[in-house]
């Protein structure tokens, strides 16, 4: 056999045949003719004797063979090229594989965002130990349909247990997001997998740095509300903010369809923002491998702030070091190359939230201070004389007039049920100071008007309507 790389030299011309000796028999066989042997070649010594006077018998010399050449290197090379990994496929016992590119398209409002978004992703592995052992660079740029940018920064590092047949990773990411394009968000997380042939699971954690509220806007409403000792105009505020929180995820091939590729998951997460809301929230996903290469993902959200959301996220990646597959599930061991799933875009959320801001007494320069009477209640505050909030107020009017000072602006006094004056005299009377209002809660109250707004403490209707009987008052 000949190999393509390689020539030999042409066959030695055959001599002519051996005549038979004198008073041989005509019936014996015929002599074969000898081949002379290539002199750059040394043949075989068959007899101990040299290859000039080889042995003879009576039927001529004894043929001497050149050793033949060992073309195994050539086979070996050849079952090589007939098995070397090509586009799309690879040798099964080879777990090694180099830089890979994914093209990702997310369609639909998902959690945090509100525009659809493409992603360019690049992982560049490093084998500390080849098929066991793999420390991972992930960069990842996407665009939004709206023009907005976002970009990831991470090292994975994962690990091939063969004794468990499972893939357990950690990774650490850096995140830049413009979000609703109102802020350009910072943000870092942390995350933990555990991969195997019957279940995953997935956790990570996100924290925000630096700024994660920017205030749209603000206005004050006109209506009142009375809390503690305070009168509360509602503020409205509008907030572009940004989640930190944590999520994780559980599941893996469902009954029958896995064997198809199909693999299911489900979770659950956890957001806050200081100035938004805390939430609690599940998840589902489902995925499908559709090739070695493409995959898609269904995914939905639900929660109290971000509302309901499913989007889909389609993913093509290049090039492929797995055998051509359709529809298959992938070995545990091919996952070590596979990419991170967590949020790679930071959670924003248009908030709109109403908080109670106390009402300023603008000539004294400080919130308005109101205290309460209720002479039919009791109260385990301060010895059983209450405390003189709304919520809590004084027992009698003697403990009002007791602790009454300048920084009181309303003394709001509620009647008796049987419309007496018990726990309502006080003796020597009840000093006023300059602007204080001494009022009976069945009467309405105007505490201020701004900006031709009249902001007014309204009336607390009872039986009779009697207003409350005070005794000895000094006015």
Not at 16 to 36: L, R, T, W, Y
Not at 102 to 111: H, Q
């Amino acid at each position: 056999m000949t190999s393509r790389d390689e020539t030999f030299d042409p066959p030695a011309p055959m001599p002519p045949a051996i005549e038979d000796p004198p008073g041989a028999n005509p019936d014996s066989p015929a002599q074969i003719p000898v081949p002379i042997p290539d002199n750059d070649v040394p043949p075989v010594n068959n007899g101990g004797n040299t290859p000039d006077t080889g042995p003879t018998n009576q039927n001529g010399p004894v043929v001497n063979f050149t050793e033949p050449t060992d073309y195994t290197p050539y086979f070996a090379q050849s079952a090589g090229v007939t098995e070397s990994p090509v586009l799309g496929r690879r040798v099964v016992d080879n777990p090694l594989f180099g830089p890979q590119l994914m093209f990702e398209s997310n369609v639909g409002d998902g959690l945090g965002f509100d525009e659809s978004y493409q992603r360019l992703n690049a992982r560049i592995p490093y084998h500390v130990v080849p098929g066991h052992s793999v420390l991972i660079g992930d960069l990842s740029a996407s665009l939004t349909n709206d023009r907005g940018e976002a970009y990831n920064f991470g090292m994975i590092w994962r690990n091939y247990d063969a004794t468990r047949n499972r893939v357990f990773g950690w990774n650490a990411y850096g995140d830049v997001d413009d979000g609703q394009q109102n802020n350009r968000w910072k943000r870092f997380g942390v995350g933990m997998e555990s991969l195997g042939k019957y279940i995953d699971f997935f956790a990570n954690g996100y924290f925000v740095s630096g700024t994660d509220s920017v205030l749209l806007n603000s206005s004050l409403g006109t209506d009142l509300t009375l809390g503690g000792n305070s009168a509360f105009r509602t503020r409205t505020s509008t907030w572009d903010n940004a989640y930190s929180g944590g999520d994780f995820e559980v599941g893996g091939p469902l009954p029958l369809l896995g064997r198809r590729g199909i693999n299911a998951y489900a979770g659950g997460y956890y957001l806050n923002n200081d100035q938004g809301y805390e939430t609690y929230g599940y998840s589902a996903r489902v995925q499908a491998l559709i090739t070695q290469s493409a995959t898609v993902d269904v995914r939905y959200t639900g929660d109290d702030t971000f509302g309901d959301n499913l989007w889909v996220s389609l993913a093509y990646t290049i090039p492929n070091y797995r055998e051509r597959a359709i529809l298959q599930p992938k070995r545990v061991r091919d996952r070590l190359a596979d990419p991170v799933y967590r949020n790679n875009r930071i959670h924003t959320n248009i908030d709109v939230v109403d908080t109670a801001e106390a009402m300023i007494n603008t000539a004294q320069g400080r919130a308005y201070n109101l205290i309460y009477v209720d002479p039919d209640t009791t109260s385990t505050t301060a010895g059983g004389n209450g405390a003189g909030t709304l919520e809590d107020p004084y027992t009698s009017l003697l403990i009002a007039a007791m602790n009454n000072n300048a920084g009181i602006d309303v003394i709001n006094v509620n009647p008796r049920d049987d419309d007496s004056n018990t726990n309502l005299t006080v003796p020597g009377g009840l000093a006023l100071f300059d602007c204080q209002v001494l009022r009976s809660t069945t009467e309405a109250h105007t505490l201020a008007t701004i900006a031709g707004n009249n902001f007014i403490i309204p009336a607390v209707a009872t039986g009779t309507n009697l207003g409350a009987s005070i005794a000895n008052p000094t006015m």
